[in-house]
């Protein structure tokens, strides 16, 4: 089932639907509870990039463990002042960490996968004012 409408933010709502169907191609179980107005301090484009780059992680997560109970469970609300998203999915493997504390990839050389992780920590860090 696609997930609730995330009102008057339809690029989020279109990526949030993608991979509602990814997750049911993977056999993965996908839950939604959001509602970002219209009107955020955060651009529908920088939005979309963000909920693509954390599901995606969350998507290889789910299917990178063994096993068919797999969910992903997306939330995500705001106040006056700030936007809380949470997403949470199934994985139980290991992650590596290198000396510097940075997470190390199994798939690629370097950040690997964790390279959307902080791209993502980044963007939000630049969106919010935390790189000054």
Not at 48 to 65: R, T, V, Y
Not at 72 to 80: E, F, G, L, P, Q
Not at 85 to 92: A, G, Q, R
Request: charged share 20%; with cysteine.
């Amino acid at each position: 089932m696609p997930p609730a409408p995330v009102w008057n933010q339809q690029c989020v709502q279109a990526i949030l639907s993608y991979f509602s169907e990814q997750a049911r191609t993977f056999g993965i179980t996908y839950s939604v509870s959001a509602s970002i107005p219209k009107h955020i301090s955060i651009s529908e484009t920088d939005l979309s990039i963000l909920f693509g780059n954390l599901l995606e992680n969350a998507i290889d997560a789910c299917n990178a463990q063994p096993g068919e109970d797999k969910k992903i469970i997306v939330r995500a609300k705001t106040d006056d002042h700030s936007l809380c998203v949470t997403i949470d999915n199934t994985f139980s493997g290991s992650l590596d960490i290198d000396q510097e504390r940075h997470f190390v990839s199994s798939k690629h050389e370097g950040l690997g996968p964790f390279t959307n992780l902080a791209s993502v920590f980044s963007n939000c860090s630049i969106l919010i004012g935390l790189d000054k």
